[in-house]
């Protein structure tokens, strides 16, 4: 009898989620999620999970088809898909959002975070909720931040253990002009470029070298046309779920609702898999040939102490404010 009673009360409460799930306001949707990494990067693993989340809490009807290898553009051009309505969803880099909100320049300013901890309790937390806000009056909804990681730099000249040792090395950057102006304060030349023509550029030379997360590294083939891995960690990079609010304002409240609540689960799914891969990162590059330089805390104490200008340069031109609000954040956290 206790055996037929659990059963008929596992059989109502499936009933129960089915109903709700019918009794949602949801229409059958392709969604179109671009990103710039390839299908089995971090990036591509973690659309994967989203699509497959989205579907299950919507019984289906509500499809993300993932774009991989920045096949819709580059994230920039993304954006602009997104704002005009031309696509769905993207995820990308915070740091070329600074063209649309300046204050996501924040983000990108050196040695800003101690560890991974810091960074979740502020991009999760009212300040990164708060700057992420700022994007809807743009035409574009941000619902999580994923973790890009700390980046690092290789290059085919020399290995990078000192300051010195960038002098006069073409290093690939993101558009953003607080990367531009940090890695020519340390002495390397700073050459903006989209991340879609980054491997032609490192392959024909065009650039000696380029700055990313360990993970990117390995799984866009870099160690290919690169030599030398040096783990500066010198930026924390967040890469932001994006939806566009031309196409989100036309969704039910059912379909935001599902659709935040898989971006959050794909967010803790692509957290937990990024830092268990770049563990697994160095040791790979390693294996495919790549010299790989531990800088020390001493040098990374020069390269905090050349990069203060930027933290400066940002104040200056309005970021002030932004910054102390910032900082006040990550105190709180470490205490």
Same mark, same amino acid.
């Given at each position: *009898?206790?055996?037929?009673?659990?059963?008929?009360?596992?059989?109502?409460?499936?009933?129960?989620?089915?109903?709700?799930?019918?009794?949602?306001?949801?229409?059958?949707?392709?969604?179109?999620?671009?990103?710039?990494?390839?299908?089995?990067?971090?990036?591509?693993?973690?659309?994967?999970?989203?699509?497959?989340?989205?579907?299950?809490?919507?019984?289906? =009807?509500?499809?993300?088809?993932?774009?991989?290898?920045?096949?819709?553009?580059?994230?920039?051009?993304?954006?602009?898909?997104?704002?005009?309505?031309?696509?769905?969803? *993207?995820?990308?880099?915070?740091?070329?959002?600074?063209?649309?909100?300046?204050?996501?320049?924040?983000?990108?300013?050196?040695?800003?975070?101690?560890?991974?901890?810091?960074?979740?309790?502020?991009?999760?937390?009212?300040?990164?909720?708060?700057?992420?806000?700022?994007?809807?009056?743009?035409?574009?909804?941000?619902?999580?931040?994923?973790?890009?990681?700390?980046?690092?730099?290789?290059?085919?000249?020399?290995?990078?253990?000192?300051?010195?040792?960038?002098?006069?090395?073409?290093?690939?950057? *993101?558009?953003?002009?607080?990367?531009?102006?940090?890695?020519?304060?340390?002495?390397?030349?700073?050459?903006?470029?989209?991340?879609?023509?980054?491997?032609?550029?490192?392959?024909?030379?065009?650039?000696?070298?380029?700055?990313?997360?360990?993970?990117?590294?390995?799984?866009?083939?870099?160690?290919?046309?690169?030599?030398?891995?040096?783990?500066?960690?010198?930026?924390?990079?967040?890469?932001?779920?994006?939806?566009?609010?031309?196409?989100?304002?036309?969704?039910?409240?059912?379909?935001?609702?599902?659709?935040?609540?898989?971006?959050?689960?794909?967010?803790?799914?692509?957290? =937990?898999?990024?830092?268990?891969?770049?563990?697994?990162?160095?040791?790979?590059?390693?294996?495919?040939?790549?010299?790989?330089?531990?800088?020390?805390?001493?040098?990374?104490?020069?390269?905090?102490?050349?990069?203060?200008?930027?933290?400066?340069?940002?104040?200056?031109?309005?970021?002030?404010?932004?910054?102390?609000?910032?900082?006040?954040?990550?105190?709180?956290?470490?205490?």
């Amino acid at each position: *009898m206790k055996k037929l009673v659990n059963a008929l009360a596992i059989a109502l409460a499936l009933a129960g989620i089915a109903g709700s799930v019918q009794a949602a306001d949801y229409k059958p949707r392709i969604i179109r999620f671009g990103y710039g990494l390839a299908e089995d990067s971090n990036q591509g693993r973690a659309v994967k999970f989203f699509a497959e989340d989205l579907a299950k809490r919507t019984d289906g =009807k509500m499809k993300a088809k993932g774009f991989a290898s920045a096949s819709l553009g580059s994230d920039t051009q993304m954006q602009n898909a997104l704002i005009g309505g031309a696509q769905e969803m *993207m995820v990308g880099s915070t740091a070329t959002l600074v063209g649309i909100v300046k204050d996501f320049g924040v983000y990108d300013l050196p040695f800003l975070f101690n560890n991974e901890k810091e960074a979740d309790a502020v991009l999760d937390g009212p300040f990164g909720q708060k700057l992420a806000a700022k994007l809807q009056e743009k035409g574009l909804v941000g619902l999580v931040y994923w973790e890009n990681g700390f980046r690092n730099l290789t290059n085919t000249k020399r290995p990078v253990a000192k300051l010195e040792d960038l002098q006069g090395i073409k290093l690939r950057v *993101m558009q953003n002009p607080v990367y531009i102006d940090m890695f020519n304060s340390f002495g390397a030349n700073a050459v903006p470029l989209p991340f879609s023509e980054l491997f032609t550029a490192l392959e024909t030379k065009t650039v000696d070298g380029q700055e990313n997360p360990v993970n990117t590294i390995q799984s866009s083939k870099f160690y290919e046309v690169q030599k030398y891995l040096s783990l500066t960690k010198h930026v924390y990079s967040p890469w932001i779920v994006l939806a566009s609010k031309k196409w989100w304002d036309g969704l039910s409240a059912d379909e935001k609702k599902v659709i935040q609540e898989a971006a959050v689960a794909s967010r803790e799914f692509e957290r =937990k898999d990024s830092r268990e891969a770049a563990i697994k990162a160095v040791d790979f590059l390693k294996q495919k040939g790549m010299q790989v330089t531990v800088v020390s805390d001493t040098e990374l104490a020069r390269m905090r102490e050349k990069a203060k200008p930027a933290f400066d340069k940002f104040s200056a031109e309005g970021g002030a404010d932004l910054i102390k609000e910032l900082q006040g954040e990550i105190t709180k956290v470490r205490k």
